[in-house]
């Protein structure tokens, strides 16, 4: 059974820094495409950051130079480091693992909150 269970949000205000945790429990993370995304309240859930199997990064724009994202693989556990957030940060952030070679899946954690107040 795979299981994505995200920590680390909270309240937290403007300027201020969090780090999200992943842990992945049932897939191996290293042959994994995963990513981190958000959704705010009335908006479609956007991709904040992913990282491949290969290490390579990318972020959205809104986030670039303030968000880094990393794994662990000993540790089965992907980590999203926000720093100097904004008001308009404030979404629920899902962890995605994704491979889309032979079997492929798609799975998403549950989400965590993160609020910044300005």
């Known amino acids: 059974q795979v299981q994505l269970v995200e920590s680390g949000g909270g309240l937290v205000q403007a300027g201020g820094s969090l780090r999200l945790s992943c842990a992945a429990s049932g897939i191996t993370l290293s042959t994994s495409t995963m990513g981190w995304y958000r959704q705010a309240p009335g908006k479609q859930r956007e991709l904040v950051a992913s990282i491949s199997r290969g290490g390579i990064t990318n972020y959205a724009d809104s986030v670039k130079g303030r968000f880094t994202i990393s794994r662990d693989n000993a540790k089965n556990t992907v980590y999203l480091q926000m720093n100097s957030l904004k008001f308009e940060d404030t979404a629920v952030y899902y962890c995605?693992?994704?491979?889309?070679?032979?079997?492929?899946?798609?799975?998403w954690g549950q989400g965590t909150q993160v609020t910044v107040s300005s």
């Open positions: 995605n693992a994704r491979k889309t070679y032979y079997p492929g899946y798609n799975y």
